[in-house]
């Protein structure tokens, strides 16, 4: 996650070139009408817990409320493992999640990157 002047975005530094996902602010330092917002899915092994540890957090709540419906319905997450490697289970990812945003509610999430190892 990362907060510029005009935006706040995810970005993806180990893409060439880089890439970033992102909702953007008005001169006024508000953010402007949004029409998709994006959201972070994490899965990773915490040694410390010897368990999974799993985060989902968007730029907004739209995305911060798509990443809960992932992450709750198998069905979406059925859809990206159908893509992932071979062992993903033993694996971390990351995942960005995009939603459009229609009359104040987000709609249904998809996967934009993910990003296994």
């Known amino acids: 996650f990362e ?4 935006r706040l975005a995810i ?13 953007r602010y008005d001169a006024n330092g508000t953010l402007t009408a949004i029409d998709e917002d994006y959201a972070l899915i994490s899965r990773l ?5 010897e368990s999974v540890v799993v985060i989902g ?6 995305g911060t409320f798509a990443a809960s419906e992932f992450l709750t319905n198998p069905n979406y997450m059925e859809a ?3 893509q992932a490697p071979a062992g993903w289970k033993s694996k971390n990812l990351q995942a960005v999640i995009a939603t459009r945003v ?3 509610s987000s709609g249904p999430p998809r996967v934009a990157a993910s990003y296994f190892w």
């Open 80 to 82: 990206m493992v159908r």
């Open 45 to 49: 092994w915490d040694p410390a817990t």
């Open 102 to 104: 229609m009359n104040g």
């Open 57 to 62: 957090a968007g730029l907004t709540s739209y």
């Open 3 to 6: 907060r510029f002047p005009d």
């Open 11 to 23: 970005a993806d530094r180990r893409a060439v070139p880089p890439k970033e996902w992102a909702v």
